[in-house]
């Protein structure tokens, strides 16, 4: 079965400073991996998604990842933090094409960002 | 981004009474929705997938009973939370996805306190 690992439950960076959040996939085939965001009481918001196509997937607000098949893992990352990117992110993945297959989601990692 | 719309955003209810939320996708037919529990702190943990027209599928150890899900229309999905008790206070959020789609939309979720 597919799962996801989150390394670090709470990232701190300084505002300017490089974001880096990790993510760890398992699957027995090729997923699809998924990085979302949540602010406090709210829905989730997509922030990118790898589906087989380019390795280096851009997202919004400046946010991009890399999927390292090697590595098992799709981490994100941003050049230059800011207050906003504030809240708790989600690595997902979904393994098949069926309509019915959900999300698989990580413990989900909250990032701090000092002035 | 395609919108999915849950409702309402915030609910409290006494104990023993019975809770519906909704959620729709706005712009596009949702032919699969999911929906999650996330309780504080705490990742997603899908509760049921449902398919237009076709009962829900629960995941293990959710009450099929407790829980209803109802996916009557394309672009409709309720869960009735029934006799909800205190322990029954989480936040809840759906999801939906189109025929085709790779990725899944959320709702803004909502809030249940039971009291």
């Known amino acids: 079965a597919q799962s996801v690992t989150q390394l670090g439950s709470h990232v701190s960076v300084s505002e300017g400073a490089l974001v880096l959040l990790r993510c760890n996939y398992s699957?027995?085939?090729?997923?699809?991996l998924f990085w979302y965001v949540q602010y406090p009481n709210q829905g989730l918001q997509l922030l990118l998604k790898y589906t087989s196509a380019a390795t280096l997937v851009k997202g919004i607000n400046g946010f991009e990842a890399e999927f390292k098949k090697s590595e098992t893992s799709f981490h994100l990352t941003k050049p230059s933090a800011h207050m906003s990117d504030a809240a708790e992110y989600f690595c997902a993945v979904r393994v098949g094409v069926s309509g019915n297959t959900p999300l698989v989601f990580g413990k989900g990692t909250r990032l701090s960002v000092i002035a | 981004g395609a919108v999915v719309s849950q409702h309402p955003s915030r609910v409290i209810c006494k104990s023993g009474t019975s809770v519906k939320i909704e959620c729709r996708s706005l712009?596009?037919?949702?032919?699969?929705m999911f929906w999650y529990r996330q309780f504080p702190k705490q990742s997603l943990m899908l509760m049921a997938t449902?398919?237009?027209?076709?009962?829900?599928?629960?995941e293990q150890g959710v009450e099929k009973d407790k829980f209803l899900i109802n996916h009557a229309s394309l672009t409709l999905s309720t869960l009735t939370v029934t006799s909800a008790h205190p322990e029954d206070s989480s936040f809840y959020i759906c999801?939906?996805?189109?025929?085709?789609?790779?990725?899944?939309?959320f709702g803004q979720g909502t809030r249940l306190t039971v009291v």
């Open positions: 999801s939906a996805r189109w025929r085709r789609g790779t990725e899944a939309f």
């Open positions: 449902s398919n237009e027209g076709s009962k829900a599928t629960y």
């Open positions: 712009d596009f037919q949702a032919t699969t």
């Open positions: 699957s027995s085939v090729p997923p699809y």
